[in-house]
């Protein structure tokens, strides 16, 4: 053993030192110092153990995969170009997929809220024609929009010749639904609902709003005016009575229902005269 100042006070000569240690650190791995011969090549030194594996001389990145909140991070990608859909959450696409075809079979917006074009213009042509059979898809139909129309069309018919009844519509419409509800319940096996009623009542209003507009041309006062109401009047509870009668089944029942009908829709008269 002998002093060298390159390698430290002791060293043996004798056994090479292929081992860079630069502090007395036990749990520190220690590297293999390259060896290389006279023409600038690497060889290893033949003590060295050969399980031991040299210090790699470059340093070759690996691809990295992260996770940031649960989304998957892909290395980025070869051209050096930002790709929004490599970072976007696969699995979020496989649960929730939006194809086209799912849109495509959604109904239109005013089907959804139920109205639809096509029983409105079926249904007032029922009401029009007493006396023709109803479609079969009107019968269970309880669409609103058209009776609302029809109710705010009679009360701005009356609000013209200077009566200002809407209160009075309103409240007439309201209790004579109820009395037409309970009455149909009583009298059928089959029971309805007091939409159905109501949508069928205000469709048939149809002809009394007809009656309140013709008030312009014609006085109501008099004897043919009377008659020209009673037609109307008679008119509505036909439509009313048969629709009832139809879809819920009471075979030979139209002429009972079409007398409270008749109550109902006099009063409307009465409004639309005096």
Do not use: R
């Not at 056994?15 to 520190?28: A, K």
């Not at 090549?41 to 909140?69: A, D, I």
């Not at 490599?86 to 139920?114: A, F, I, K, R």
């Not at 009542?201 to 020209?228: A, H, R």
Request: aromatic residues 16%; glycine residues 8%.
């Amino acid at each position: 053993m002998s002093w060298n100042p390159e390698q430290g006070f002791l060293h043996d000569q004798s056994y090479p030192n292929n081992y860079y240690n630069p502090g007395n650190n036990d749990g520190q791995q220690n590297y293999p110092q390259q060896q290389f011969d006279q023409s600038g090549q690497y060889y290893q030194h033949p003590h060295q153990q050969q399980s031991q594996t040299p210090y790699p001389t470059q340093f070759v990145p690996q691809p990295q995969y992260q996770t940031t909140g649960g989304n998957f991070m892909p290395p980025p990608s070869s051209a050096g170009f930002y790709k929004p859909s490599d970072y976007m959450n696969q699995n979020s696409q496989q649960t929730n997929p939006t194809t086209p075809d799912e849109l495509v079979d959604e109904p239109p917006l005013l089907e959804e809220l139920g109205i639809n074009f096509d029983h409105i213009f079926k249904k007032t042509k029922s009401v029009l024609n007493p006396f023709a059979k109803p479609d079969t898809s009107i019968l269970d139909d309880s669409d609103l929009a058209g009776p609302l129309v029809f109710c705010f069309a009679f009360g701005f018919s009356l609000l013209l010749l200077g009566k200002i009844h809407f209160g009075y519509v309103y409240g007439i419409v309201l209790i004579g639904c109820f009395a037409m509800y309970s009455l149909l319940n009583m009298m059928s096996e089959k029971p309805c609902s007091g939409i159905y009623v109501t949508s069928v009542l205000g469709y048939c209003l149809l002809p009394m709003v007809l009656l309140s507009f013709s008030s312009f041309l014609f006085k109501l006062n008099g004897p043919i005016g009377l008659v020209i109401a009673a037609f109307f009047i008679l008119w509505c509870s036909l439509s009313a009575s048969k629709l009832f009668s139809t879809s819920l089944s009471m075979i030979g029942q139209q002429v009972l229902v079409a007398y409270p009908c008749c109550l109902f829709y006099g009063v409307f008269a009465l409004l639309t005269i005096f």
